[in-house]
């Protein structure tokens, strides 16, 4: 320790010697680590597993059942499926748990006299919060998936209609139908939001009421983010032809947690396509997806292009920053060479010398990172304003910290390495001339 | 305690070779003062960069309390210079940020001294200078004469067994380098061997033995024993031989 401490005075003197090259040392590495941070907090967050113990167990199960010849490879089954469809695969006892599920939009108050406040709405089936882990935190979810007048409320609406979170049995006016609050759910977020993978929908906050799938139509709330019909029926009535018709509107996931149930739902679906072509339901080519929560993005082709080539520019910046330091560096220690050549003939090692150089990566590290995450800071506000719809990816935690720590050690010393071991070899009697 | 055996020493540019050192024999035994002598650039002070392992050979064999240098690691190289030998310089060599302590201190640290024998050293050899009263003074506080002291005092702090001086007194004016001199006359009486480089014929004179480098090459019989006094080269007789 004491030894340790020596090299920190050594370093705090071999600073003060030139401490404007040091400081732009230091701001040349706070901003090459800042900038990359910044773009890898949202690069990080948007490719995060939100449930990473079974992002391998659900599946979103997709079907080419449309009425028309569609034989080549690039007829793909669309993302959403009709009510009648849902029936047909709910129909199978093979997932562990099943939901159907869209989203939409509706006013809420209280009552009449208040005015109406923009809610969104996810529509879904009982098993929806157990196969995403939503926390409730009170109440009780659905005990079926038949309609009944009741909804779900995140706490944070909760909170804002009533005060305070324990509203259960507690009414409300969904578009002025009256509604009983069942459940409260914890405040979460799914970062991303997989369940609702297309159209880039997954970087969207969770919604703030969860109404039951029948209630839904029976409401006639059509989904806000992506539907489609292949017939002219006017599905403004939803609660009459939503069921019926071709309104392609439903999302569905499944759980199979073995490769056993897995391989058996394929099986299920194989032969259910099949019953439909024979059946003159549709004559395309069968193609069915059953597709991994944790590749659903990659499957919707919704990556981040912007952030990924982002995060490609900012790392040649990073390269550049750690150059110019690494150049900055060389001349620090080419003009204390004398000094570690002098040590050296009085009996220091290069090993002593190296240890005095990793107290200077520790001094920079510390140094460039407190400036890191002030750039990394600004950074993240400046990417919020030009992107606010990643705004909820802005969050550090502490694994991103402990690599942004680690990236500056490993920058620190990649700076320090080659003029430390330029410092560390050479004529020794020459280097105490100069 | 010094035994070179058909040392050289050549240094090489892409277009010339220099012969610094030819087949140098040299010994030196315990307790001996020898004065290095001879023009600038006869390789007087590459001979002492060699002997105090600043320097690497080409050819030759140096041993060193029957140790062989060549080859030696880097550490037991350090720890050789740490532990047997003390460096005074011409230009002092001090580190102008520390405090005389701290620059006394420095070779005792990479000694593995605690704290309290480093102190115990560092203030034993200030008092051995005459500085006891300035260790917190800083060198550029100091005078020409002092620092060398302080330097001398940095050499001596670790009782190393060579003390190896190259134109201690180069730097000097003729009342601090008379000091000097007497410090190291000092020093060589508590048993110290040293090898100093001068061109100062009376500095010379005042060491036990003196060995004069012409081109690279001691003369005849300066490379032999102390005890040689038959040698017409040795002016006097060596003190404090063991």
Same mark, same amino acid.
């Given at each position: 320790?004491e030894?340790?401490?020596?090299?920190?005075?050594a %370093?705090?003197?071999?600073?003060?010697?030139?401490?404007?090259?040091?400081?732009?040392?230091?701001?040349?590495?706070?901003?090459?680590?800042?900038v990359?941070f910044?773009?890898?907090?949202f690069y990080?967050?948007? !490719?995060?597993?939100? /449930?990473p113990?079974?992002?391998?167990?659900?599946?979103?199960?997709?079907m080419?059942?449309?009425?028309?010849?569609?034989?080549?490879?690039?007829?793909?089954?669309?993302?959403v499926?009709?009510?009648?469809?849902v029936q047909?695969?709910s129909s199978?006892?093979?997932?562990?748990?099943k939901?159907?599920m869209?989203s939409?939009?509706?006013y809420l108050?209280?009552d009449?006299?208040?005015p109406? /406040?923009?809610?969104?709405?996810r529509?879904?089936q009982r098993?929806?919060f157990?196969?995403? +882990?939503?926390?409730?935190?009170?109440? *009780?979810?659905?005990p079926?998936?038949? =309609?009944?007048?009741?909804?779900?409320?995140t706490e944070?609406?909760a909170?804002?209609?009533f005060?305070? @979170?324990?509203v259960v049995?507690?009414?409300? #006016?969904?578009d002025?139908?009256p509604?009983t609050v069942?459940?409260?759910l914890q405040?979460?977020?799914?970062?991303?939001?997989?369940?609702?993978?297309?159209?880039?929908?997954?970087t969207?906050?969770?919604e703030?009421?969860y109404?039951?799938l029948?209630?839904?139509? +029976?409401?006639?709330?059509?989904?806000?983010?992506?539907?489609?019909?292949?017939?002219?029926?006017?599905?403004r009535?939803?609660?009459?032809?939503?069921?019926?018709?071709a309104?392609?509107?439903?999302?569905y996931?499944?759980?199979? +947690?073995?490769p056993?149930?897995?391989?058996?739902?394929?099986?299920f679906?194989?032969n259910?396509?099949t019953?439909?072509q024979?059946?003159g339901r549709?004559?395309?080519?069968?193609?069915?997806?059953?597709?991994?929560?944790?590749d659903?993005?990659?499957?919707?082709?919704?990556?981040?292009?912007?952030i990924k080539?982002? =995060?490609?520019?900012t790392?040649?910046?990073?390269?550049?920053c750690?150059?110019n330091?690494?150049?900055?560096?060389?001349n620090?220690y080419?003009? !204390?060479?004398y000094?570690?050549?002098?040590?050296?003939?009085?009996? =220091?090692?290069?090993?002593?010398?190296?240890q005095?150089m990793?107290?200077?990566?520790?001094?920079?590290?510390l140094?460039?990172?407190?400036?890191?995450? #002030?750039?990394?800071?600004?950074g993240?506000q400046?990417?919020?304003?030009?992107?606010?719809?990643?705004?909820?990816f802005?969050?550090?935690?502490?694994?991103? /910290?402990s690599? /942004?720590l680690v990236?500056?050690?490993?920058s %620190?010393?990649?700076?320090?390495?080659?003029p %430390?071991?330029r =410092?560390?070899?050479?004529?020794?009697?020459?280097q105490?001339?100069? | 305690?010094?035994?070179?055996?058909n040392?050289?020493?050549i240094?090489?540019t892409?277009l010339?070779?220099?012969?610094?050192?030819?087949n140098i024999?040299?010994?030196?035994?315990?307790g001996e003062?020898?004065?290095?002598t001879g023009?600038?650039? @006869?390789?007087?002070?590459?001979? #002492?960069?060699?002997l105090?392992?600043?320097e690497?050979f080409d050819?030759?064999?140096?041993?060193?309390?029957?140790?062989?240098?060549?080859?030696?690691?880097?550490?037991?190289l350090?720890?050789?210079?740490n532990?047997k030998i003390?460096?005074i310089?011409?230009g002092?060599?001090?580190?102008?940020?520390? @405090?005389?302590?701290?620059n006394?201190?420095?070779?005792?640290r990479?000694?593995?001294?605690?704290?309290a024998?480093?102190?115990?050293?560092?203030e034993?050899?200030?008092?051995q200078?005459g500085?006891?009263?300035r260790?917190?003074?800083h060198?550029s506080?100091? *005078?020409?004469?002092q620092?060398?002291?302080?330097?001398?005092?940095?050499a001596?702090?670790?009782?190393p067994r060579?003390l190896?001086?190259?134109?201690?007194?180069?730097n000097?004016? %003729?009342l601090?380098?008379?000091?000097?001199?007497e410090l #190291?006359?000092?020093?060589?009486?508590?048993?110290?061997?040293?090898?100093?480089v001068?061109?100062?014929?009376e500095?010379?004179?005042r060491?036990g033995?003196?060995v004069q480098i012409i081109d690279?090459?001691?003369?005849?019989?300066?490379?032999?024993?102390?005890?040689?006094?038959? !040698?017409?080269?040795?002016? *006097?007789?060596?003190?404090?031989?063991?």
């Amino acid at each position: 320790m004491e030894q340790f401490l020596y090299y920190l005075r050594a %370093s705090l003197v071999s600073i003060r010697r030139a401490p404007l090259p040091y400081a732009l040392t230091v701001f040349i590495m706070a901003l090459g680590l800042g900038v990359f941070f910044a773009n890898a907090t949202f690069y990080y967050r948007l !490719n995060a597993d939100p /449930l990473p113990h079974k992002s391998d167990k659900l599946f979103f199960p997709m079907m080419l059942l449309v009425p028309w010849e569609c034989n080549d490879s690039t007829c793909k089954p669309p993302p959403v499926l009709s009510y009648a469809n849902v029936q047909k695969l709910s129909s199978s006892d093979i997932p562990t748990a099943k939901a159907a599920m869209y989203s939409s939009d509706a006013y809420l108050r209280l009552d009449t006299k208040q005015p109406p /406040l923009p809610v969104s709405l996810r529509i879904t089936q009982r098993d929806f919060f157990r196969m995403f +882990d939503v926390p409730v935190l009170h109440g *009780s979810i659905w005990p079926d998936d038949s =309609a009944r007048n009741e909804v779900i409320l995140t706490e944070a609406l909760a909170e804002k209609l009533f005060g305070h @979170s324990d509203v259960v049995g507690k009414t409300l #006016l969904l578009d002025d139908k009256p509604l009983t609050v069942s459940a409260v759910l914890q405040n979460w977020q799914m970062l991303p939001r997989l369940y609702d993978a297309n159209n880039r929908n997954y970087t969207n906050a969770v919604e703030q009421i969860y109404l039951p799938l029948e209630t839904g139509y +029976d409401m006639n709330y059509l989904s806000n983010s992506q539907s489609s019909t292949f017939d002219d029926t006017d599905y403004r009535q939803l609660a009459t032809q939503g069921r019926t018709g071709a309104l392609h509107q439903l999302q569905y996931w499944v759980q199979l +947690d073995t490769p056993a149930q897995q391989q058996a739902y394929r099986d299920f679906m194989h032969n259910l396509a099949t019953t439909e072509q024979t059946a003159g339901r549709h004559p395309a080519v069968i193609n069915n997806q059953l597709t991994a929560l944790r590749d659903i993005v990659t499957y919707f082709g919704g990556e981040s292009g912007d952030i990924k080539a982002f =995060a490609l520019v900012t790392l040649l910046f990073l390269l550049v920053c750690l150059l110019n330091a690494s150049h900055l560096s060389l001349n620090r220690y080419l003009s !204390n060479q004398y000094e570690l050549s002098l040590r050296r003939a009085l009996g =220091a090692s290069r090993w002593q010398l190296q240890q005095q150089m990793l107290v200077d990566v520790l001094m920079l590290t510390l140094f460039s990172l407190a400036g890191a995450l #002030l750039i990394g800071f600004g950074g993240v506000q400046l990417m919020n304003y030009l992107w606010p719809a990643n705004r909820l990816f802005a969050g550090w935690d502490l694994l991103l /910290l402990s690599g /942004l720590l680690v990236l500056a050690w490993l920058s %620190s010393y990649l700076v320090t390495l080659y003029p %430390s071991l330029r =410092a560390s070899f050479g004529a020794l009697n020459q280097q105490l001339k100069e | 305690m010094i035994k070179i055996n058909n040392l050289s020493k050549i240094f090489r540019t892409e277009l010339i070779e220099t012969h610094a050192l030819k087949n140098i024999q040299l010994h030196v035994s315990e307790g001996e003062f020898v004065a290095l002598t001879g023009p600038s650039g @006869s390789g007087k002070s590459t001979l #002492l960069n060699v002997l105090g392992t600043l320097e690497d050979f080409d050819s030759g064999d140096y041993l060193l309390d029957g140790q062989s240098v060549k080859g030696l690691s880097d550490k037991a190289l350090s720890a050789l210079r740490n532990e047997k030998i003390g460096f005074i310089f011409q230009g002092f060599n001090l580190i102008k940020d520390y @405090s005389l302590f701290d620059n006394i201190e420095l070779p005792l640290r990479y000694r593995g001294f605690n704290a309290a024998e480093r102190k115990r050293r560092v203030e034993y050899a200030l008092e051995q200078v005459g500085l006891a009263a300035r260790r917190d003074y800083h060198p550029s506080q100091l *005078s020409g004469g002092q620092q060398q002291r302080v330097a001398i005092a940095r050499a001596i702090a670790g009782q190393p067994r060579i003390l190896l001086a190259d134109e201690p007194t180069g730097n000097l004016d %003729s009342l601090m380098a008379r000091q000097v001199m007497e410090l #190291l006359e000092q020093i060589n009486q508590n048993g110290c061997t040293i090898l100093m480089v001068t061109h100062d014929p009376e500095q010379a004179r005042r060491a036990g033995r003196q060995v004069q480098i012409i081109d690279g090459q001691l003369s005849d019989a300066a490379m032999y024993d102390p005890l040689a006094h038959n !040698n017409p080269l040795v002016k *006097s007789s060596p003190v404090a031989v063991a």
